[in-house]
């Protein structure tokens, strides 16, 4: 019997000695009361407290995530729309969370809810889909002022999804629909503008350069036509009298071909013959004959021909060279082809 009771003490003692040593894990802090009352908080470690007749409820230290569960609200502009999101709480003041309030988490919980849905209220349809952010901030500056009285910091909100009615949502994809085939059409409109810019830009320059071109032809046309009658004009007045001999020797010659024996030259034909004869190679013509002069054109001739003007078609034809020059600077002076042609009429004539 004696043992019975010893060990029965001995078996009391053991649970008492478990029950006054509390083992408190190191992200937590544990309240403790002993007969209801509160006496601290127990730190993390091994504390001793009294035993069976001490109570404690942990709290976690770290950060933690309590889910806001979906919440339907009606926006300014009178659409409705349903949100949800994520809190995340960090426990400041273990006492202030025993003490002050039943359940935090639940309480934050609740708050978190109608907060929600007094921030999408105050805002319009527009405003909660695209500005997230600012719904975020509202509703944690909402939540710090109660939350810090129960010794529990809110450390962030984000709001998962904002969405709003079926019907509003299928008159927001009519409208993005519309809109994209509008700036579409407004796309392909430039697009046409801007080729038709540019084809009548290219067709201005085509139209240019062909016109350039025309006026260098026409240039070049009435310089071969000008030089060819001022060099025409010149081998004329250079040929004067020697002209009339050649034509008259031509007549000579057809004179010899026929059966008579006497020829009557005129005294006019003898002397210009003997003149001529100066100038050829071997001949004993006497030096005191006079040399051979070509002829002057009278005022008629040269009217008809134009010799009267030749130094005025040949400035305007410099200046139409020079024009042309100014445009392709590939042209040569006029001056130049009208030498060349004069060195090439005198190696004829003196040859």
Same mark, same amino acid.
């Given at each position: ?204 320059? $085509?139209?240019?350069? &062909? %016109?350039?071109?025309? +006026?260098?032809?026409?240039? *070049? @046309?009435?310089? #071969? =036509?000008?030089? !060819? /009658? ?7 007045? $250079?040929?004067?009298? &020697? %002209?009339?001999?050649? +034509?008259?020797?031509?007549? *000579? @010659?057809?004179? #010899? =071909?026929?059966? !008579? /024996? ?7 034909? $003898? ?16 030096? #005191? ?63």
């Amino acid at each position: 019997m004696l043992t019975l009771i010893v060990g029965i003490i001995i078996l009391l003692g053991l649970i008492a000695a478990a029950s006054s040593v509390k083992l408190v894990k190191a992200y937590e802090k544990q309240a403790h009361t002993v007969f209801g009352e509160y006496r601290g908080l127990l730190e993390p470690g091994i504390n001793i407290i009294p035993p069976f007749v001490s109570k404690t409820y942990p709290f976690d230290m770290r950060t933690q995530t309590i889910d806001v569960p979906r919440q339907e609200a009606i926006t300014e502009d009178n659409s409705p729309v349903t949100a949800d999101a994520v809190i995340y709480i960090k426990v400041t003041d273990a006492k202030k969370a025993f003490l002050e309030v039943d359940d935090y988490k639940r309480a934050t919980s609740q708050l978190a809810q109608t907060t929600l849905r007094a921030v999408l209220g105050d805002m319009e349809l527009d405003d909660t889909l695209n500005k997230r952010q600012q719904i975020n901030a509202r509703i944690q500056n909402e939540l710090a002022e109660p939350t810090d009285e129960w010794g529990v910091r809110v450390e962030s909100v984000e709001v998962r999804e904002v969405n709003p009615s079926r019907d509003v949502q299928e008159a927001m994809e009519k409208q993005t629909s519309a809109e994209r085939k509008r700036r579409a059409m407004i796309l392909e409109a430039q697009g046409e503008r801007r080729s038709a810019i540019e084809k009548a830009e290219g067709d201005k320059q $085509s139209n240019i350069i &062909r %016109a350039q071109g025309d +006026k260098q032809s026409s240039v *070049l @046309e009435a310089q #071969g =036509e000008a030089i !060819s /009658t001022v060099l025409r004009a010149r081998a004329a007045d $250079s040929m004067g009298e &020697r %002209a009339v001999i050649d +034509k008259s020797l031509e007549t *000579l @010659e057809g004179l #010899g =071909e026929g059966e !008579s /024996t006497k020829f009557i030259i005129p005294q006019e034909l $003898s002397s210009l013959v003997g003149r001529y004869g100066k100038h050829m190679t071997g001949s004993d013509v006497s030096d #005191g004959t006079e040399e051979l002069e070509s002829l002057e054109f009278d005022s008629d001739t040269k009217e008809l021909l134009g010799l009267d003007n030749i130094e005025e078609v040949i400035g305007e034809i410099d200046e139409e060279v020079e024009e042309a020059e100014a445009a392709t600077g590939e042209i040569e002076g006029v001056e130049e082809v009208i030498e060349q042609a004069d060195e090439e009429l005198d190696d004829e004539l003196t040859s």
